[in-house]
């Protein structure tokens, strides 16, 4: 009786290795669809990326421009601050430099508004 038990198992176990590689033999094109579709993701996952690194680029480029920009009209105002103060020209002077302060003032403002996102 064990014996034949022995056999039994011994039969169960062939029979089940033998449908394994049964399955793994016929898996052979399901492995080639993952390998295809990981491929494809990956494909996928890099256009993406370009994308994005594309994008970062635009966007740091037109940060790029908007800061250059500011950087300009501080400079013209600075330069309209430093042309009143030469000027003495009494309280029509003081007005002036008053003024081009008041201006200086704003556009400083701007610009911090426009890197603070505002």
């Known amino acids: 009786m064990f014996g034949n038990r022995k056999i039994g198992t011994t039969l169960a176990i062939l029979a089940v ?6 399955a793994a033999g016929c898996g ?3 492995s080639d669809d993952v390998q295809s579709a990981i491929d ?14 594309q994008q970062l680029e635009e966007a740091n480029q ?5 800061q ?9 105002a600075q330069q309209q601050v430093e042309d009143a103060q030469n000027q003495v020209d009494g309280s029509d002077a003081q007005k002036q430099v ?4 008041k201006q200086l003032d704003d556009i400083q403002q701007q610009v911090e508004d426009a890197l603070n996102g505002q």
């Open 62 to 66: 037109q940060a790029q421009d908007l």
């Open 40 to 53: 494809d993701a990956n494909q996928q996952a890099e256009q993406i990326q370009n994308d994005v690194n």
């Open 68 to 76: 250059d920009q500011a950087q300009q009209q501080v400079e013209d």
């Open 98 to 101: 008053d003024e081009a302060q």
């Open 28 to 30: 052979g094109s399901s």
């Open 17 to 22: 290795a033998g449908m394994g590689a049964f």
